[in-house]
């Protein structure tokens, strides 16, 4: 059963940065496409904001792209999220997920997920 474990979330204010981390039970992640999915305050999970392919082929949803950039490190079985200039609108609990099957991350069922770490922007 692979397991995921985000950290990183916290409180920043707008324009500032931030950087997630998905650390993945299984050493083997090229074996696995990964994803990052939001969840903001009364409202459904979104997503995915973006995804990896094991081929290094990534993915960006529109309210994302140019800011965020999902990459991972395969020495540390590390999935990482680099946020960028952010919004008071990217405020939310942030999910790491992984599938062997890119298209489920894609179409946003992935089989596996994580606990989720919040993220707040606010002044």
């Known amino acids: 059963q692979l397991q995921l474990v985000e950290t990183g979330g916290g409180l920043v204010q707008p324009g500032e940065s931030l950087r997630l981390s998905c650390a993945v039970s299984e050493g083997n992640i090229n074996a696995y496409a990964f994803g990052w999915f939001r969840q903001a305050p009364g409202k459904e999970r979104e997503g995915p904001l973006c995804?990896?392919?094991?081929?290094?082929?990534?993915y960006y949803a529109d309210s994302v792209k140019g800011r965020f950039t999902i990459s991972t490190n395969n020495a540390e079985s590390t999935v990482f999220l680099e946020m960028n200039s952010l919004k008071p609108e990217d405020t939310g609990v942030y999910y790491c997920?992984?599938?062997?099957?890119?298209?489920?991350?894609?179409?946003?069922?992935?089989?596996?997920w994580g606990q989720g770490t919040q993220v707040t922007v606010s002044s």
């Open positions: 995804t990896r392919n094991a081929d290094g082929i990534t």
């Open positions: 997920a992984a599938d062997s099957f890119p298209t489920r991350v894609r179409l946003g069922r992935p089989g596996y």
